[in-house]
């Protein structure tokens, strides 16, 4: 089990630590679900006989671990919010991440696009960073999203128009503030 | 037009700035992250004992008060059959005649019956389904043993079997939908250049898409088949359509005796997979070993038992190990549950024979079926062609009759044929 670890490692480690990171936008959790894929992978690795390519499954499993990482925050915070009965103004109630070291150095363009992204719904927010921040082709992205190449193209330009109109108010929001 | 321009021109900067976002590195060692990653499965792998233990002192009283009831009911329903007995004995003065009667009467239909029981399994099948939907609780189902095998137990008379190997909606894994079909209107080429016509993909969670426009022209006598593939199909696929197709195309020639696929491209010799290079025939191997597990995609869906491909050098050991564990992220189930522990399993030529641990009760319920589908579709896989169930603890279950050796179904998921 070790080298099959240290292989898929070596091979995919810090593009699946990437992934995570961009789809949490926190580096400890990204840590943690990092560990929670190759759990995954690790007990299933003998089913899986190469039908899909090796990365394209590992993205896949990684979403997944992503997707249900939000389930539960979604439903920690329902509870919270069930509790102090205050559901219908949750809106207000944004939980902003600090922004990570390597994002706050870059220039504002960038800040923006990484602020954006986090509010693009789940799908999108996933077609995005396989798309242009982890390079993935559009079939590869189908495959690890299990969909097809046509929703794929539907997703992506509909969360580049998202991400487009969000930049373009908050510049116009700015710019009223000045 | 210019507007437009303008749309692309920020749909481009946007796309520059996506691709510049920074780098983003994990600086854990890997050694550390593999003993944290050790820990965890040990430490699950614990709980699940510790579960499995609690869940056992858990039913026991539940088990110790349905025992109780069971009793209460068979000491009642003897005392009043002895009862009857006694008042029947009592009245009727010419008893052996009117039991003789009663036999003859018994013989007469079991030889009217006969026929029936050569109706196709298919059928059989299909009316099993119209008790279920129609009338009846799921508990009245098991007390008249019309559980539901997912398997083609034996293929009727001058039927021919025949199956479709479709992927799933995450192109991980495949499906086996088998039809059973009498043998004068069997039209394979047909069957097998429609593929999507006879299958229900929405409503069955499958996609046969890598199937759009394949042909495929059989010669069973020659134990051959020449397969057609439209230009440029394979490499619009890439190689996970390839290894699905070719994969597909093992498992659906095989059980029909097919030893040589031909390949052709739009009528020319040879098809140019990606990953195979130029192939103009590939021989069909003999055996493939296989573990099946149930792939269910929703509640909504039907489950199936799919076939998840095995090392070729693997134990059947180590396949029914295997078939104790799922995979969510791909809707896969284990075939054989948690609680059901096997003792040993023997090989001896043809026939395997399981023996379950001695604390094991089967329940005559949809699981334990398909888990006996699974482990029988296994075997199979594996080369053998009887299977034997020891310490079942019940003697029927659906189709089964575990005091018996069962032999290998012929043919899995079997489903009847509907033309759209």
């Not at chain 1, 299933?44 to 039908?51: A, I, L, N, T, V």
């Amino acid at each position: 089990m070790k080298d099959v670890f240290h292989e898929l490692y070596q091979k995919y480690h810090q593009d699946l630590f990437q992934f995570l990171f961009y789809m949490v936008k926190n580096r400890e959790i990204a840590e943690d679900l990092v560990q929670e894929v190759y759990i995954k992978v690790l007990k299933s690795y003998h089913s899986f006989e190469g039908k899909s390519s090796e990365k394209t499954w590992l993205f896949s499993v990684a979403r997944h671990v992503a997707i249900d990482y939000f389930r539960k925050q979604k439903r920690k915070k329902k509870r919270f919010l069930d509790y102090f009965d205050i559901g219908e103004k949750a809106y207000l109630l944004q939980d902003e991440q600090p922004i990570p070291e390597e994002i706050a150095v870059q220039n504002d363009e960038i800040k923006q696009v990484y602020h954006y992204l986090g509010r693009c719904t789940d799908d999108q927010q996933s077609v995005i960073i396989l798309r242009f921040i982890q390079s993935l082709s559009i079939q590869e992205t189908a495959e690890v999203l299990g969909w097809s190449v046509s929703k794929v193209k539907t997703t992506q330009h509909r969360a580049m128009k998202a991400l487009k109109t969000m930049m373009l108010e908050g510049e116009g929001v700015k710019r009223e503030a000045k | 037009m210019k507007r437009n321009d303008r749309h692309q021109q920020q749909e481009k900067e946007l796309q520059s700035l996506l691709e510049q976002m920074p780098k983003i590195q994990d600086h854990q060692s890997p050694d550390a992250l593999y003993e944290n990653i050790q820990a965890k499965l040990e430490e699950k792998d614990m709980h699940k004992e510790s579960h499995r233990g609690k869940q056992k002192w858990y039913y026991l009283p539940v088990v110790a008060s349905a025992a109780v009831v069971i009793l209460v009911v068979i000491v009642s329903a003897a005392y009043l059959n002895n009862q009857n007995m006694y008042n029947q004995n009592m009245n009727q003065a010419d008893d052996s005649e009117q039991g003789s009667v009663a036999n003859e009467n018994q013989y007469d239909m079991s030889i009217e019956q006969a026929p029936e029981e050569e109706m196709s399994d298919v059928e059989s099948a299909e009316s099993h389904n119209e008790t279920f939907d129609s009338e009846g609780s799921k508990d009245e189902m098991m007390a008249d043993q019309v559980l539901q095998s997912k398997a083609l137990q034996s293929v009727p008379k001058n039927h021919i079997p025949f199956s479709f190997m479709i992927p799933d909606r995450n192109k991980q894994y495949s499906v086996p939908i088998s039809f059973s079909v009498p043998q004068e209107q069997a039209d394979l080429n047909e069957y097998y250049s429609n593929i999507s016509q006879f299958v229900e993909a929405e409503e069955w969670g499958v996609d046969p898409s890598i199937f759009q426009g394949i042909t495929f022209d059989f010669n069973l006598d020659e134990h051959t088949v020449s397969v057609d593939i439209p230009q440029g199909f394979l490499q619009k696929g890439g190689s996970t359509v390839e290894r699905l197709l070719v994969n597909s195309l093992y498992h659906m020639m095989q059980p029909l005796n097919v030893e040589t696929i031909f390949f052709t491209t739009d009528g020319n010799q040879g098809a140019d997979f990606a990953h195979y290079g130029t192939l103009t025939e590939l021989e069909v191997p003999s055996q493939i070993k296989n573990i099946y597990k149930l792939y269910q995609v929703s509640d909504e869906h039907p489950v199936w038992i799919i076939p998840i491909p095995a090392n070729s050098d693997s134990s059947i050991e180590e396949a029914i190990n295997a078939m104790y564990e799922g995979n969510e992220n791909f809707s896969i189930r284990a075939s054989i549950p948690e609680n059901i522990t096997i003792e040993n399993i023997e090989e001896s030529k043809d026939l395997l024979t399981i023996t379950f641990s001695k604390s094991v009760n089967l329940t005559p319920t949809e699981p334990t079926v398909y888990m006996i589908d699974a482990i029988l579709m296994t075997a199979k896989s594996f080369g053998y062609e009887e299977v034997h169930f020891r310490n079942a603890n019940i003697d029927q279950i659906g189709p089964y009759n575990l005091e018996e050796i069962i032999q290998v179904p012929a043919a899995i998921n079997v489903m009847p044929i509907s033309y759209r």
